[in-house]
């Protein structure tokens, strides 16, 4: 991964091996901070700002990852439905400046009425500040 940043949080995570798995392309982690359990991050290899930054092979294997995490998800946690979610940019919310995309299981009942899918699900299960 040479090049990137020293401090990106995800460049580091390759290093470290706390993967669900990966692909030539993609790696898959727990999110530190879910907001239900099993929430993951797709996090593309080479790092890179946004999705409109990827290549086509690089949103093919991002995607294969997604689909075969949420296989794992779906083992170990038994989840009703899935959002699936990706931040590009600090005015839409993106904290790091690493493409990573949420897969977040939702669970009936997690929130009271979860029409409107994302739109419920943050506010009342997370008050990010970060």
Sequence with gaps: MGGVPVDCIFC???EKGSLITEN?????IYDNFPVTK??????PK?????YFDATSEEVISLDR?????????D???????YNIGINVGKAAGQTIFHLH???IPRYAGDVENPRGGIRKLMK???????
């Excluded at 030539?24 to 898959?28: D, K, L, P, Q, V």
């Excluded at 080479?46 to 946004?50: E, I, K, L």
């Design 12 to 14: 580091s995570y390759l």
């Design 24 to 28: 030539e392309g993609a790696f898959a």
């Design 38 to 43: 099993g929430h993951a991050l797709i996090i």
């Design 46 to 50: 080479r790092h890179f700002s946004g």
């Design 65 to 73: 990852l997604l689909r075969e995490v949420k296989k794992v998800i």
């Design 75 to 81: 083992e170990k946690y038994h989840p009703d439905g």
């Design 101 to 103: 995309i949420h897969l």
């Design 124 to 130: 009342p299960l997370v008050e990010y500040d970060g």
